[in-house]
Every structure is written in C-alpha cells, then in structure tokens.
C-alpha cells in the first residue's frame, strides 16, 4: 500500500502507541491512506478553507487532507490515547493542523471557522453521526456556517439520508436533509478496509446547503416527521393525530390526502404539514 506522506504506516502508528478501537467510542480505524486521500478529494477544493474533522483517531483522514491541500484542519478527538498521534502529525505540517481534545456536540462551529470558509470531512463515530448531522441540519441561521458536509456513515444511515419519497429507506432523516441540502451519495467502503473491520458496508455522503430552503418552521417539522415515520404503516390521519385533535382537518389544509402514509409524502408536502401544526410546536 503507498504512503501519501513520509510518516510512519497507520498500522505501525496504531501499534506504537496500543490505539485499540474501542466500541464505546464508534471507533473504527481506516487504514488505506490512499482511501482516505479519495475521501479528503471528494470534498472539492480545500486550499482556502478550515476543515474540521471529528474523530479523527489515528489520523489517516487527518494527514489526506492535509496533503490535499487543506488551509488548515481542525481535529476534534474525545479519545486522549489519540493526541500524542496527532501531535506528531502537527509536527510534520506546522501551523495547519489544530487539535482540540473535547465532545464535537458542544464544537462552536463559528469559532471554529473564524471567518474562513468551513467544510466538515470527517469518518463519523458509528454512535453519534447521525446526531451531528441533524445538528448540523438543524442550525438556527441558514445557510450555515459551513458550505460542505463530506460524512462517512453506515451505508444503511447514508441511504436513508439521500432517500427519495417512495423509497423503503425513505423517513425522517432524509426529509431533513432533503428540505436544507443537496446530498448525494459518492461511494461505498468495503469493511475490509477498517481496523476492526465493522459488521457494515460504509458509504461516503456529500451534502451542500440549499441557499434558500423553503420556509418552514424546524420545530414543528421536526414534530411531524417523528409522528407520521413513528408510525410509517398508518395513515396520516392516524399518526398525525397524536398531535392534536383536529389532525385530518390540517392535514387537508396542507393540500394533502389524510390517507396517504408518510413515505408518500414529499418534503414540499411535509413543509406544508409543518405550518399546518406549526401551533402544536410551541
């Protein structure tokens, strides 16, 4: 396997300093810095911008974006065991690699871009990816303080997100994505090529922000996916009406069909739906 860089092989990395993935963490290593490099290219040009990565583990995403060119990389790590490594890849690329040891739920993604642009890469910790990005999504200014999202998740999580109505995959996660974003999915990821090897094809998901999102109220969007995908088998009349008692009556008033069941339902018609209910949210 060639290296991208003249720093030690990951394997070797991982031995020296005893980086067992831990479970309780999501970890699990990518080790193909020729992979990684394909992942840190997919997020287009990154010469004039700050990156943040979350969990950045031994560092092989880490140094792809670096030698892809970026401005500078900041790396949020919760594991201490991983900040000698990544210390060491400082080291090797001063001035462009900062490390900060803490939770990426409570990272302030505008200190953090400083007024740069800011693009997130990162190979998300398998048991909080999905939490970051609904953060992300779900940002109280729009359009955001960043202009990409280039995500590794569990193929399963990754379909889910660019699901289309109609689709099995098709829920909450993807009308979220699909009400504020442009996401695609790029490619697959053998789980051969982690340390453990995952039980799970991983997938890599691109996503941009729609500067002009329809107008919709989060909360209360957020309130009608959970009810109609909660329960997904039932008509809207019937698992909307935990909301209120009037639930059919608004739903029609959305121009929608209280018979229709939620993977019908477009995001446009979920959008309507949540300014139907929009009083119920608060």
Not at 2 to 17: C, F, G, M, T, Y
Not at 150 to 170: C, D, H, N, W
Not at 217 to 234: C, D, I, S
Request: net charge neutral.
């Amino acid at each position: 396997m060639a290296q991208i860089d003249d720093l030690p092989p990951l394997r070797d990395v991982i031995r020296e300093h005893g980086l067992d993935a831990r479970k309780s963490l999501g970890q699990n290593f990518l080790l193909d810095l020729n992979l990684t490099l394909k992942i840190a290219r997919a997020a287009g040009d990154l010469t004039d911008a700050t990156v943040l990565e979350v969990g950045p583990g031994p560092g092989g995403l880490t140094r792809a974006l670096l030698v892809a060119g970026a401005k500078k990389v900041v790396a949020v790590e919760k594991d201490r065991r991983c900040l000698p490594v990544l210390a060491e890849i400082a080291a090797r690329y001063p001035g462009r690699l900062e490390i900060i040891e803490g939770d990426a739920l409570e990272v302030d993604l505008t200190a953090i871009a400083a007024g740069e642009p800011l693009k997130i890469v990162a190979n998300l910790p398998y048991n909080v990816g999905t939490q970051l990005l609904l953060q992300w999504i779900a940002s109280s200014e729009w359009p955001p303080v960043w202009s990409s999202l280039t995500l590794m998740f569990q193929k399963e999580v990754a379909e889910r997100i660019v699901a289309s109505p109609g689709s099995k995959a098709y829920g909450r996660l993807g009308v979220l994505a699909g009400w504020r974003t442009n996401a695609e999915l790029l490619f697959d990821i053998s789980p051969k090529a982690f340390t453990p090897p995952p039980k799970v094809t991983s997938a890599i998901v691109h996503l941009t922000p729609r500067v002009e999102p329809l107008a919709c109220p989060l909360k209360a969007l957020e309130q009608v996916t959970a009810a109609a995908f909660g329960q997904r088998r039932k008509m809207l009349r019937a698992s909307l009406k935990s909301l209120c008692p009037d639930a059919e009556d608004r739903i029609v008033a959305a121009g929608l069909e209280p018979t229709r069941r939620a993977e019908e339902i477009s995001v446009e018609g979920f959008v309507e739906l949540a300014k139907a209910f929009r009083a119920e949210a608060g």
